[in-house]
């Protein structure tokens, strides 16, 4: 049993930001070469913290989605998931054993070589005839002093790209750094021009900066007044949105440090915390602020206050990605980073399978059963704030500024909209779902949201409208 774990940034803020590790994870599910497919977020739900937890074997890889080398990646995410690596990672990652789980961590996906060949499948894209003759590419990356590798990443796919011989000239430009891309006149001799920006997705630097820099009107420009005019220029999608980045993700685990096909065992605390879910589910649960019912053969999942709707009010939901999609917002539309908030949306059921059950629930509420299961049996450990505070990098260092009274007044604010009860501040739980209290949930560690609201506090920005958090 195997299982491939998929980490993104996430956001407190913005819904859409997860979009693309959803999609990668959907993609590689479809493919069935790994027993399941999880996400996991720096600031969404399951966190890093969580997300090991949530895995159901012992044989983990985990594949940072980002498109290149940096803080992330070398800091933050061995960090969170307690991997005791700080800094550069091995072109073959980083092994651990943890839990009893053999986890894998590699490098992210932007920095595998099989990568040009995604550069190569964009500019196709925009230039299906593209060829050695007529056809410069210009490889265009962000360019950035703070990390000297995702230079030479942009350099190496330049250099794999020219060894091709797909193209009659190759170039290496950034934005923020020389050769910078507003060069391109002087340095490009071919009449037809593709440009592919190394970027992770769609934003601002592809949709406003790279085209003002470059004199762009759309995804074709015509230049008549360049020094080796007339040329026209190609401007393709971004690398990191192409459906192929999910076989470049496939490959890094393939050659992770250790991977083998046959992989572990499925992990006993996790398959008991499912065992004792599914028994209560057969006879109809609540948890959270949802309840389950067991349908002729099926699941009814819906909000519990819309318990005796009659089903045609309600908005009938078939999948479970549906399911997670339809209540990632709340009533007012806003983005729910924290599932546990008592904002769960009313006005949906959803009707699925035993076996699309354990994922619904995980999206409904990540890591809750899991958690809970550990609490009711006595073995969650609890991390008391200091220790959390204390592990905090970067701009969340000042955290360990924050008083007592501080760190109370935020949870105030932000734990009692929650339904989780706060161990980590040596409050007591003394029941749990699995004790027929669905709202009884335990907080073992504080959550990403949290610490950001403490940092505000301390910065004295708190409750000024500028949410300065989604770093
Ligand atoms: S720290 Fe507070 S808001 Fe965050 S999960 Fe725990 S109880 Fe909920």
Known sequence: MRSLVLIGHGS????????AVYRYAELLRERGLYDEVVEGYWKEEPSLRQVLRTVRSTDVTVIPMFISEGYFTETVIPRELGLGHQGPVPPEGVARVLGGKTVRYTLPYGVHPAMSEVILARAREVLPDLNAEDTALIVLGHGTTRNQNSNRVIYGNADRLRDSGHFAEVHALFLDE??????WPDVVKAPRVVVVPFFASEGWHTLETIPEDMGLTGAVTEFADTPNAPQT???AAPVGTHPDVAE?????????RGASGAGGDEDHGHAAAWNAFLALARRGTRIGEAMITPQAGMYEL???????????????????????????RDEGGHHRPVHTLRNLPRGWRAILTEAEL????????????????????????????????????????????????????????????????????GERLGSTVFSGVPGAIPCPEACTLFIAEVREEVSGKRGQGGHGHDH
């Open 248 to 256: 470049v993700v496939l490959q890094l685990a393939q050659e992770a």
């Open 358 to 425: 354990p994922r619904a629930v995980h999206n409904l509420y990540p890591a809750v059963v899991e958690e809970s299961y550990a609490h009711h049996t006595h073995n969650l450990r609890a991390t008391p704030w200091p220790t959390t505070a204390r592990r905090q990098t970067g701009i969340y260092t000042k955290v360990t500024r924050a008083t007592s009274e501080q760190v109370e007044e935020v949870a105030q604010d932000v734990c009692s909209k929650c339904l989780k009860t706060r161990l980590w501040a």
């Open 302 to 328: 819906r909000h519990a206050l819309d318990e005796g709707r009659p089903a045609a009010d309600l908005q009938t939901l078939v999948t479970v990605e549906g399911l997670r999609d339809r209540t990632r």
């Open 178 to 183: 020389d050769p910078k891309v507003g060069t």
């Open 12 to 19: 407190h803020l913005n819904g859409e930001s997860a979009g």
């Open 233 to 235: 220029v190609y401007y």
